[in-house]
């Protein structure tokens, strides 16, 4: 195929300062690492792991139980490499308990509801409510490796039921808080849930979506779900007693599940790509630092859903970083500003959208709320053109003042593959270069490297955040992402990279 012509758009959207180069959080990681520019940290990252990943591990101070021995083992194939052996974690001690004890008082959650509603938890009160939840999960019989969906807006406990399930070593089933019955039953039969956390209704567009009921009706076709806890949207309680608080993180070894993530489904069977609890907590805590630069004390909206994979993102990104996540319920354009007003009512420093919803917003009008708390816009979802990235970069990034973080990945990553980098000018559209620990390039049908042209976005070598698998099929696995070029992940993304060295989708 030939170049498409966004490649050849060379005027740059964002050009980073000598001050905001100096004061990102990737140049300290390079110059603990010796190294000059971007470049130069992405070859250490995928040529010295070992050094690389320890070195992120220190330099953002992740709660390790215990560290690793090894950092990576492929014994059984590239298919099934496992990271960080001999460590012992738990992503809920280092994204919440930890913090609860660093910054006790520092803000960690605030829910804006669609009618107004106002909430905000620090650490010390998140860390309480993540305690008490999971406490009523032991209680209904919830042991390590069982599987618990939750189905909840973006809530504030949304994060405490992800996090509950953490703390005991129950692996989470985020659904998509927008599926009807049918859905639901899908994830539920293929994970064998046993527990289902939701709330008896939420709120959207000004109707109220009754959640709970939507439940009922799935679990008739859900033999496996025993329990079903109902957070109450009017007096912000759960349905039942929760415990007293008292019951300690267990620590689990680096590979033990975490979070069973679907595939939206729209193309067959929806998959469901297993994550573990070092992988995902250190791609993630890795790609917010470095790519996204969020740090200690910022303040995160990002307009998604628990059930897809930026859900997860942000409750771990922000939580193993010690910042606040703004948890936005219903429309983010009910009334037309609302995204843009909560964005300077609360502050906000890290904004994400897709290019969909910005397509959506730009009938709306212009932003007319103060976005001057904004470092970075962080998007994702799926390509850019070039008209709807113009805008947000005109009208919401102050025309090149802060970076279009665009980044992409997937359900099956656990992080991104591709991202803008607060070190290097970002091009319109573009995604920046690969990024750290990502060893990334685009292939031809031959499966010979390919420059200037489009082919296969492909992974040559193991990472992290990687999927161990798609839960209970393991040929359709190695079928998806591994038979295309042997050893070789291929991700079904068209992409490209141009003369100087830009990635694009």
């Given at each position: ?14 050009t ?27 070859r ?8 690389f ?15 690793w021995?090894?950092?990576l ?15 012992r974690?738990?992503?809920a001690?280092?994204?919440v308990h930890?913090?609860?004890e ?8 605030v ?13 010390e ?5 993540v305690?008490r939840?999971?406490e ?44 009807a019955?049918p ?19 939420s ?15 799935a679990?008739?076709k ?11 949207r ?7 007693e ?22 939206s489904?729209?193309t ?12 995902f907590l ?9 790519q ?8 995160v ?15 771990v ?16 354009d009910r ?29 709306k ?28 970069n ?13 980044i ?12 803008v ?5 970002a ?37 992290p ?5 798609i839960?209970?099929d393991?040929?359709r696995?190695?079928?998806t ?7 070789v992940?291929?991700?079904g ?13």
């Amino acid at each position: 195929m030939s170049n498409p012509a966004h490649v050849e758009r060379a005027v740059f959207a964002w050009t980073p300062s000598p001050e905001q180069v100096a004061s990102a959080n990737v140049t300290r990681l390079a110059r603990r690492l010796g190294c000059g520019d971007y470049h130069a940290l992405h070859r250490v990252s995928v040529e010295e792991p070992e050094r690389f990943w320890r070195t992120v591990a220190d330099d953002l101070d992740i709660a390790l139980a215990r560290p690793w021995e090894r950092v990576l083992d492929d014994s059984r194939g590239i298919e099934w490499t496992t990271w960080f052996d001999g460590a012992r974690l738990n992503v809920a001690t280092a994204c919440v308990h930890t913090w609860a004890e660093r910054t006790p008082d520092a803000a960690a959650a605030v829910f804006r509801g669609e009618n107004g509603d106002r909430r905000e938890w620090t650490f010390e009160e998140l860390s309480r409510e993540v305690r008490r939840l999971a406490e009523a999960l032991v209680e209904r019989g919830v042991r390590p490796g069982d599987r618990v969906a939750i189905y909840l807006p973006m809530c504030p406990e949304a994060a405490v039921a992800s996090h509950a399930c953490a703390h005991v070593g129950a692996v989470q089933v985020p659904i998509f808080s927008g599926f009807a019955a049918p859905a639901i039953v899908q994830r539920l039969q293929d994970s064998g849930a046993r527990v289902v956390l939701t709330a008896d209704y939420s709120l959207r567009r000004g109707s109220r979506i009754a959640m709970r009921e939507t439940i009922a009706a799935a679990l008739r076709k859900a033999p496996s779900v025993e329990h079903v806890l109902a957070w109450r949207r009017d007096d912000l309680t759960w349905d039942t007693e929760l415990g007293a608080g008292e019951l300690p993180a267990l620590e689990f070894e680096a590979e033990h599940p975490y979070l069973l993530a679907y595939t939206s489904g729209t193309t067959g069977r929806p998959k469901g790509a297993l994550h573990v609890h070092g992988g995902f907590l250190l791609s993630i805590a890795r790609e917010a630092a470095y790519q996204s630069d969020l740090r200690a004390g910022d303040r995160v909206l990002f307009a998604t859903d628990m059930g897809w994979i930026m859900g997860p993102w942000t409750v771990v990104g922000a939580g193993a970083l010690g910042a606040c996540v703004v948890y936005m319920e219903g429309a983010p354009d009910r009334p037309d500003d609302r995204l843009w007003r909560l964005v300077e009512e609360e502050r906000v420093t890290m904004l994400g959208v897709s290019p969909t919803l910005v397509r959506a917003l730009i009938p709306k009008g212009e932003p007319a709320a103060d976005l001057s708390s904004l470092r970075a816009i962080t998007t994702t979802g799926e390509p850019w053109n070039a008209g709807p990235y113009d805008w947000l970069n005109e009208h919401a990034a102050g025309g090149g003042r802060i970076p279009i973080v665009n980044i992409s990945g997937g359900t099956e990553v656990g992080a991104c593959f591709l991202s803008v980098t607060p070190m290097a000018p970002a091009k319109p559209v573009s995604l920046g270069f690969p990024a750290l620990g990502q060893a990334m390039d685009v292939y031809s049908p031959a499966g010979e490297p390919l420059r200037g042209e489009v082919g296969e976005l492909v992974c040559k070598r193991p990472w992290p955040g990687m999927t161990r698998g798609i839960w209970g099929d393991e040929e359709r696995y190695l079928e998806t992402y591994w038979r295309r070029f042997p050893g070789v992940w291929t991700h079904g993304d068209w992409a490209s990279i141009d003369e100087d060295g830009y990635w694009f989708l």
